[in-house]
T-cell receptor, first 114, second 111 residues
């Protein structure tokens, strides 16, 4: 009965590879997000989708491409992985429409680039 | 104004004492301020939030105060317990749905 679930939980790969992280929410929310948390625990938004439409794109390199096949899923594909991409990536979701809707986070995907 | 300043970065208190974490924001148009708790290996979990039309909100041992004039808000945890140990983040909503987070406070409750 997990609300926001991400897979995989851990991802270890080599520089230059392409990888994907999947996210699904069963809360019936319309809006989904991707955040990056660096080694100093700083959390920063990367993308936001509302009903499969891109709303926020925070100057993230083109190597990062989110895909939303439906409003319950928001996947993150990363091309040509670099050492600086090592971080924990969090997916989140919230209701849309009304203001100030709480965001619910998944438990993160720890990406380690060798 | 993009930044939310959060202090202290680490906080250690004796079990049963109170803990206070403070945040300052710069966007005077912001009107929603949530607090999140992040335990080891987990995602941030919302513990309390406050909207700009109120100055204080309480939920059992947790309270949040907001001073819109000074642009700062604080989290107060009373009667702290070991399970309160975690990293706490304040946040400010900027624009439609964008949350900007503070740098985090690692709270340790000493038994």
């Amino acid at each position: 009965d997990t609300a926001v679930s991400q897979t995989p939980k851990y991802l270890v790969t080599q520089m230059g590879n392409d990888k994907s992280i999947k996210c699904e929410q069963n809360l019936g929310h319309d809006t989904m997000y991707w955040y990056k948390q660096d080694s100093k625990k700083f959390l920063k938004i990367m993308f936001s989708y509302n009903n499969k439409e891109l709303i926020i794109n925070e100057t993230v390199p083109n190597r990062f491409s989110p895909k939303s096949p439906d409003k319950a899923h928001l996947n993150l594909h990363i091309n040509s992985l670099e050492l600086g991409d090592s971080a924990v990536y969090f997916c989140a979701s919230s209701r849309a429409g009304g203001i100030n809707q709480p965001q619910h986070f998944g438990d993160g995907t720890r990406l380690s680039i060798l | 104004g993009e930044n939310v300043e959060q202090h202290p970065s680490t906080l250690s208190v004796q079990e049963g004492d109170s803990a206070v974490i403070k945040c300052t924001y710069s966007d005077s148009a912001s009107n929603y301020f949530p607090w999140y708790k992040q335990e080891l290996g987990k995602g941030p979990q919302l513990i309390i939030d406050i909207r700009s039309n109120v100055g204080e909100k309480k939920d059992q041992r947790i309270a949040v105060t907001l001073n819109k004039t000074a642009k700062h808000f604080s989290l107060h945890i009373t009667e702290t317990q070991p399970e309160d140990s975690a990293v706490y983040f304040c946040a400010e909503r900027q624009g439609a749905q964008k949350l900007v987070f503070g740098q985090g406070t690692r709270l340790t409750i000493n038994p």
